[in-house]
């Protein structure tokens, strides 16, 4: 008798989790291509059409610049999903990294702003980077002039990839995170004082130093939950964010100026395989006009005159440079397309187009075919967003 109660039990939990599966909606931002196309405002506005959603990061980390603007609010996201301002929570996947430092003080930029933070839950086996991974991203980027944001995310990744890895997990248990950190340390050693000049390795140890000082405080200080990918069954509605672009990816990008990660959708459709959701729908994202930040190439297509642009977020910093500014190039949005549908085939697509109040007469070349809807946005508030034609100016 007790084995069929059994059975039956598993087939209804069985059922039950087909049923909740079934219920489930995706959508996936996705950058079309070197950065900075809008993948912010996008989530944002997909949070305020979708209520309840959850904001699941998965790709990137801490280096992204998302900035929003909601209610008069202006806030540029970095380790927070951006529908946080909507009051969505966040989830931070397996495939992200973050730096508990910079988690905890935009925790604070948001309190300040808004008066409340969105609950935040973390994948058990999120990168986590530590001072050391920042400190080798710095010294070297003096040395190779990459273009990395200087953040710690490539030396993180790479990291991971052998035995000395450090995850979200591991921020739950202080004497073992502890322990992990020595052995971090002593596997940057061999890295830094091998490979670099005195001077580097002098540098290396200060911001080291540097970054050890708001270490601790910023580990006890974090409120976040740990939950594997079944904690989203709770949510209808799942807005996936992304982070950089499809021209960045480390399998499509011109090496090497690519990022040590998958910028298509590819984390976000393997999340959705995984929980059994089958309703997809793709938000693929672009600026009237193509930009980079950053060392590496860009077409020949014509630097882009633009105005009402003074408020440009990622404009410059000591370790990537001017933001760089050209026109579309739509062979090289065709090729980002067809390089992000090997994962997103059959999936509803959608085309934004953000910043048209810096391209005024703005027209989009004949790309319509394959998408669904063509959005515009005209300012990072979600609420100039329109349903737009060709040509753009026909609102």
């Not at 729908?281 to 014509?302: A, D, F, I, S």
């Not at 050209?326 to 697509?349: F, H, M, N, V």
Request: with cysteine.
């Amino acid at each position: 008798m007790f084995p069929l109660l059994l059975q039956v039990a598993m087939m209804y939990l069985a059922c039950l989790s087909l049923f909740k599966s079934l219920k489930m909606k995706a959508k996936i931002v996705v950058g079309l291509g070197f950065g900075d196309e809008g993948k912010g405002i996008t989530t944002d506005y997909l949070v305020s059409r979708n209520p309840s959603s959850i904001v699941v990061r998965y790709c990137g980390g801490h280096q992204a610049g998302h900035t929003v603007v909601k209610d008069g609010i202006r806030h540029v996201f970095a380790s927070y999903g951006s529908g946080s301002l909507a009051k969505a929570p966040t989830y931070i996947s397996e495939h992200c990294c973050l730096y508990p430092v910079y988690l905890v003080r935009e925790e604070g930029i948001l309190r300040h702003k808004v008066g409340h933070i969105p609950h935040i839950t973390i994948h058990p086996l999120a990168k986590v980077t530590t001072p050391f991974d920042i400190a080798l991203n710095r010294v070297r980027e003096k040395v190779t002039n990459h273009g990395s944001v200087g953040v710690g995310i490539g030396t993180t990744m790479q990291r991971n990839l052998g035995p000395h890895k450090l995850h979200a997990i591991d921020l739950k248990h202080p004497a073992l995170l502890k322990e992990k950190l020595k052995s971090i340390e002593r596997y940057y050693a061999q890295d830094v004082y091998y490979t670099f000049n005195s001077k580097a390795a002098r540098e290396f140890k200060e911001i080291v130093d540097f970054e050890f000082r708001f270490w601790d405080d910023s580990i006890a200080a974090m409120d976040f939950q740990v939950a594997s990918y079944n904690y989203l069954s709770e949510f209808s509605n799942i807005i996936f964010e992304g982070a950089q672009g499809i021209l960045l990816d480390m399998d499509f990008g011109v090496f090497p100026h690519v990022t040590f990660g998958h910028t298509t959708s590819r984390n976000a459709i393997s999340i959705c395989k995984e929980l059994g959701i089958s309703e997809v729908e793709m938000y693929y994202v672009t600026r009237c006009y193509l930009t980079r930040h950053g060392n590496g190439w860009m077409p020949e297509t014509g630097d882009a005159e633009l105005i009402n642009n003074q408020d440009e977020t990622n404009i410059d910093n000591e370790w990537q440079g001017q933001l760089r500014a050209r026109e579309l190039d739509y062979e090289l949005i065709r090729y980002a397309l067809k390089a992000d549908w090997t994962y997103s085939y059959g999936s509803e697509k959608h085309l934004v187009v953000t910043c048209l109040d810096q391209r005024p007469g703005f027209e989009l070349q004949d790309i319509r075919k394959p998408f669904k809807t063509i959005l515009g946005s005209y300012s990072p508030d979600s609420k100039d967003f329109k349903t737009i034609h060709s040509p753009l100016t026909q609102v």
